[in-house]
């Protein structure tokens, strides 16, 4: 039996948001708290993290392992890049989403869209990702 894929109301795992890396500490201060990963990103982790616990209890699903892969290179690549524009517009359309309470139909919308990843949908990038997220939530405007 399969288990529907997590989502982000789930525990964060350890090590799930990134550090601030380069900046010299100045004497005497405290370290910056690091600077937490937008939603999406974690729920690329978690569904990555799914992926790869259906491939440990079938060795045999090379799809989720290779889904895994594709979800955890989305992920990087989400933290990498400069995605300011798409993360803008997406986060204004889901406030007015929240607005007119259609935001739970883009949650499992995009939820639907994560599971596929990998499988029957292939992102060839973070933009790529972000555009798919775009079109689920424009979809709803």
Do not use: Q
Not at 6 to 20: C, I, M, N, V, W
Not at 101 to 119: K, P
């Amino acid at each position: 039996m399969c288990t529907p894929p997590p989502t982000a109301s789930e525990p964060a795992k350890p090590g799930a948001h990134r550090l601030e890396a380069g900046l010299p500490k100045a004497a005497g201060t405290e370290p910056a708290m690091p600077e937490a990963d937008p939603p999406e990103v974690e729920e690329l982790e978690n569904v990555a993290a799914w992926r790869l616990r259906l491939f440990d209890a079938n060795p045999t699903d090379t799809a989720s392992a290779a889904a895994a892969r594709h979800l955890e290179a989305l992920t990087e690549d989400l933290r990498r890049g400069d995605h300011a524009a798409p993360w803008t517009e997406l986060r204004a359309i889901c406030n007015w989403l929240a607005e007119s309470d259609a935001i739970s139909d883009y949650t499992e919308l995009a939820g639907e869209y994560r599971a596929r990843i990998g499988v029957s949908t292939h992102p060839g990038d973070a933009a790529d990702y972000l555009s798919g997220l775009l079109a689920i939530a424009r979809s709803l405007v």
